[in-house]
């Protein structure tokens, strides 16, 4: 039978969670830990989740039940430390979401709790980066990636543990995580070390035979710089846009996904994202690969098409947390005319009608860049679109857009 | 001699300020530590500067330096004492206003560092509380309140401070501050509390002679609930007419030094959001005050009929703030399209049926307004056309009267 430390010491009378005092919580915690097959596991974390985590509240007893659960990590003969690793991520995904609609930060106290909770044991976390389970170990990545954290001992700890990672997704995540760490920090010291990961990852990128382990390396590269910021404003290597590029085509980059995995990592919006934050010269020549296929060009060309062209069409979002300016973000059963209307209002308010492409306007060097890409990219027009004019009042036929340049000279 | 404690254990070195590495920043607090005004300005400035660059930004460096201002409260001789509380409450505020902005959760953490160095003085602002200079107290309710803190002793000891207190602006906003505490808190054991305090929010609105005091324990009343729907039941009698009373008074708040917090005790707009959550029943009663004005009968008014009708005109708030169906929205350039648009997607929502049409016979709710409306004297002195304009409902008191009839 499995000890908690401390199990007792905590006044779980009174702290609470969506049904009222938190009582309950050792008794199902203990139950948890003895749990003996995988039905009767499945059965309590429901329960236990329903309490905790209703419906992706965070409560006092949430916070406190972590300590918990990442001592059940350390049980031998657990049924599934994946579940524990997944239930933590989960949480910090809802802290996250909290966040953006409670409005008086003395309201986050439980989330902060719980973060700092999860935090506090990212030892324990480096050491599933050894389990034998591939999906404990890719959630390890995941999580700490989550975390974020600023120590450099675990970008280090990541990277040598790429090197003996036999599951190829996994190394991939690996390595993709430790360019997200190296992001952190903005001391000198930091960016020496950022600079040091990223001619690891340039080596990476040109000399790795597995295209997910390239794609990889791209990824941190980009994300070594800021993750969450928006354009790169810095040169990247030659071979990161023809990678992302070839990863975009199907196929590329397929390698077995462990369970309860899929599209947590390379997914095909997330190398679009990173695509996004290259110029528009380096979009193109991601566009120039030799098998390239109708598809992937589709997908780039959007992205080049919305750095060089302001939209005229609705891209609102409703839900008033955020403007998106992504064509990948449209979605055309949220919009309707008087979106766009309302939308063009705003864009004329901020100034951004710059961007739109009106018939008579002469191109700027970008935009002309971008028109002249997509006429000679064969592969994009083997897919009919209309998508021009419908976002950018363009002309839709490529002699048309010919004609659009040749009136540029 | 006054000095900071544990100036030099903190590792500044390893915090980061506005301008990069704070390892300066014990020599700027502790050049605060000064009885000239000059000396005192200077290095307050220099100091915010670093830690709270351009009045808004908050980062390690904040959550830092805030346990060394909170001491230095203690130093009598400070030459700008509300300064410093003046800023700590600037902190508190930020770190509201960045939540209120959403972002993840890692990227707040400086921000509630701030907050919980900000709460770790709690018992010094509560001691601050009966300080002989106005405007230390007045800023210390402020703080206070702001920082909801949810322990009993603090809603206790202001309301105990509320009693002694000779300065009726501090006064009520001590009074308003325990309505605010109470209802901040959702733990069932306050319940019973918040309970008690009701009864002596209600003794106040009947036996204080101080319109102000009254205006603050009718709103204390409202706030101490914590939901936002409206209370039909259990209200006292006075607070409609009260609230009443502060619409129709003078707005402005006449204090000699800045007191934000008692801005939402005159301001229409949360006067008359406070009316809304008395539920129709109250927003009715309101308008027999004996002090209702035609310009406060409109305002209240204009809120019953957004409650029961859906408008007709368009009431579409652009980005942020969604929708409102408040008829203090409408702006003037919304056009047809606009109207278009709200109609087609209250279609979409079902709520089509609170639109007022000539044929169809109005429900108990909506007869309670047009009842209340065509009996309000006052607030037909001032002519309106916004029965039609808004709501397509007639426009004239006998045409409203025929309506009723029907």
Not at chain 1, 260 to 288: D, H, P, T
Not at chain 2, 110 to 118: G, K, M, P, R, V
Not at chain 2, 335 to 360: C, G, V, W
């Amino acid at each position: 039978m499995f000890e908690f430390k401390g199990l007792d010491d905590v006044n779980w009378h009174s702290l609470h969670h969506a049904y009222g005092s938190a009582e309950d919580v050792p008794g199902l915690l203990r139950e948890l830990a003895d749990a003996t097959d995988k039905n009767s596991l499945d059965e309590i974390s429901e329960k236990f989740f329903n309490n905790i985590q209703h419906q992706g509240g965070i409560y006092s007893a949430t916070a406190a039940t972590v300590p918990f659960l990442i001592q059940l990590l350390g049980k031998k003969d657990f049924l599934d430390r994946s579940w524990i690793l997944g239930s933590l991520i989960g949480m910090l995904e809802s802290c996250d979401g909290h966040v953006n609609y409670k409005t008086q930060i003395s309201m986050l106290k439980d989330e902060f709790a719980t973060v700092a909770n999860i935090e506090r044991e990212i030892l324990k976390y480096l050491a599933c980066l050894r389990d034998s389970d591939n999906t404990t170990r890719g959630y390890a990545v995941y999580l700490l990636m989550c975390i974020n954290p600023k120590q450099p001992h675990i970008r280090l700890k990541l990277w040598q543990a790429s090197k003996i990672e036999t599951n190829l997704l996994i190394r991939a995540a690996m390595i993709n995580s430790v360019g997200k760490l190296a992001s952190r920090g903005y001391t000198h010291s930091a960016q020496r070390v950022g600079n040091q990961y990223r001619i690891r990852f340039q080596i990476m990128m040109r000399s790795a035979e597995e295209p997910i382990i390239r794609l990889a390396a791209v990824l941190a590269w980009i994300d070594s710089y800021h993750w969450l910021s928006g354009d790169l404003h810095i040169t990247p290597p030659d071979v990161i846009p023809r990678i992302l590029g070839e990863s975009l085509i199907d196929g590329a980059i397929d390698v077995p996904v462990p369970r309860g995995m899929v599209g947590l990592f390379f997914s095909e919006s997330q190398i679009v994202e990173r695509l996004q934050r290259l110029k528009i010269n380096e979009m193109i020549a991601a566009l120039q690969i030799e098998n390239m296929t109708g598809k992937a060009a589709h997908l780039i060309i959007r992205e080049i098409l919305d750095k060089a062209f302001g939209r005229i069409r609705a891209n609102y979002s409703k839900t008033a947390s955020d403007w998106y300016t992504q064509w990948r973000r449209y979605e055309a059963a949220l919009f309707e005319a008087e979106d766009d209307q309302h939308f063009y209002a705003f864009q004329e308010r901020t100034g951004a009608l710059r961007h739109y492409y009106v018939a008579n306007r002469s191109l700027n060097r970008f935009e002309t860049l971008a028109i002249e890409a997509i006429v000679n990219c064969d592969p994009f027009w083997q897919i009919p679109t209309n998508l021009f004019s419908f976002f950018y009042g363009l002309p839709d036929s490529r002699d048309e857009l010919r004609a659009l340049l040749a009136k540029q000279d | 001699m006054f000095e900071f404690k544990g100036l030099d254990q903190v590792n500044w070195r390893a915090l980061r300020d506005s301008y990069g590495s704070a390892e300066h920043v014990p020599d700027l607090i502790r050049d605060l530590n000064t009885d000239q005004d000059h000396v005192f300005r200077k290095a307050f400035d220099d100091l915010l500067n670093v830690v709270n660059h351009e009045g808004y930004s908050i980062t390690d460096v904040t959550a830092a330096t805030t346990p060394f201002l909170i001491q230095l409260l203690d130093k009598k001789d400070v030459p700008k004492r509300a300064w410093i509380l003046d800023v700590l409450i600037n902190f508190q505020e930020s770190c509201d206003e960045h939540t209120r902005y959403g972002s993840e959760i890692s990227e707040s953490k400086s921000f509630f560092a701030t907050f919980i160095a900000l709460e770790e003085g709690i018992e010094k602002y509560l001691v601050l509380l009966a300080d002989p200079d106005d405007e230390i107290r007045a800023l210390s309710v402020q703080l206070l309140t702001l920082l909801r803190a949810e322990k009993p002793n603090v809603r206790l000891r202001m309301w105990k401070a509320s009693q002694i207190e000779a300065n009726l602006l501090i006064r009520a906003a001590m009074i308003y501050g325990v309505g605010k505490l109470i209802g901040n808190t959702y733990a069932y054991s306050v319940k019973r509390v918040a309970k008690q305090y009701r009864g002596l929010f209600q003794t106040l609105l009947v036996t204080s002679e101080e319109s102000l005091i009254r205006i603050a324990a009718a709103s204390a009343w409202i706030e101490s609930h914590t939901t936002f729907f409206a209370h039909s039941r259990g209200v006292p009698s006075a607070i409609p007419g009260i609230l009443c009373d502060a619409l129709t008074q003078d707005n402005a708040i006449r204090a000699p030094f800045e007191l934000r917090f008692l801005e939402p005790l005159r301001d229409p707009v949360v006067i008359i959001e406070r009316l809304r959550r008395l539920d129709l029943e109250g927003m009715a009663e309101s308008l027999h005050a004996n002090s209702i004005t035609s310009k406060a009968a409109h305002l209240i008014i204009r809120k019953m009929l957004d409650q029961v009708f859906m408008r007709v005109r368009a009431n579409y708030l652009r980005f942020p703030y969604g929708y409102s169906d408040e008829w203090k929205a409408f702006e003037a350039q919304d056009n047809a399209a606009t109207d278009q648009y709200i109609y087609a997607h209250r279609e979409t929502k079902f709520s089509l049926r609170r639109i007022y049409m000539p044929d169809r016979p109005l429900n108990e709710r909506e007869k309670l307004v047009v009842d209340a409306i065509v009996n309000c004297g006052p607030f037909w002195q001032l002519p309106t056309n916004l029965f039609s304009f808004f709501y397509g409902l007639p426009d004239s008191r006998d045409e409203l009267r025929a309506l009723l009839a029907n």
